[in-house]
């Protein structure tokens, strides 16, 4: 049993950003880069994905080599967002949503007001 105060998190999913909807061929591209992801379990896989201006990079790397796939689109963004996250955790989001809204240092994906997840973006390089 934990005696703690849970901490206030609310704060973090509210931010400014643009809505975009990822093209439906992205989970083709996730499927593919997750053979290649590493990680002794599904829950410890990763796959980085790279939004960029003028599509969606999908890549799974692990020791014995890497693939990567790239879905064409047009995203109104001034830079690069780029993230990982767990592949087969990603499909399910997309099962349910592709509208993803993108702010400074985080994006986040949301299923009415019962699921949202929130994605931290590496801090600008």
């Not at 931010?15 to 591209?29: I, M, R, S, V, Y």
């Not at 080599?65 to 399910?92: L, Y």
């Not at 993803?100 to 299923?111: E, L, Q, T």
């Amino acid at each position: 049993m934990v005696n703690e105060e849970y901490p206030e998190i609310e704060q973090f999913f509210e931010f400014e950003g643009d809505e975009f909807k990822l093209p439906n061929a992205l989970k083709e591209q996730i499927e593919t880069a997750a053979v290649m992801s590493d990680g002794s379990f599904d829950v410890d896989q990763n796959i980085s994905v790279v939004i960029s201006k003028d599509g969606i990079i999908v890549r799974g790397e692990k020791d014995v080599g890497w693939v990567e796939g790239k879905v064409k689109a047009d995203f109104d963004i001034d830079s690069d967002v780029k993230f990982m996250i767990n592949p087969g955790f990603f499909r399910t989001i997309l099962d349910k949503t592709n509208i993803v809204k993108i702010g400074d240092n985080c994006a986040m994906f949301s299923i009415g007001d019962n699921f949202r997840h929130l994605v931290a973006l590496p801090a600008n390089e």
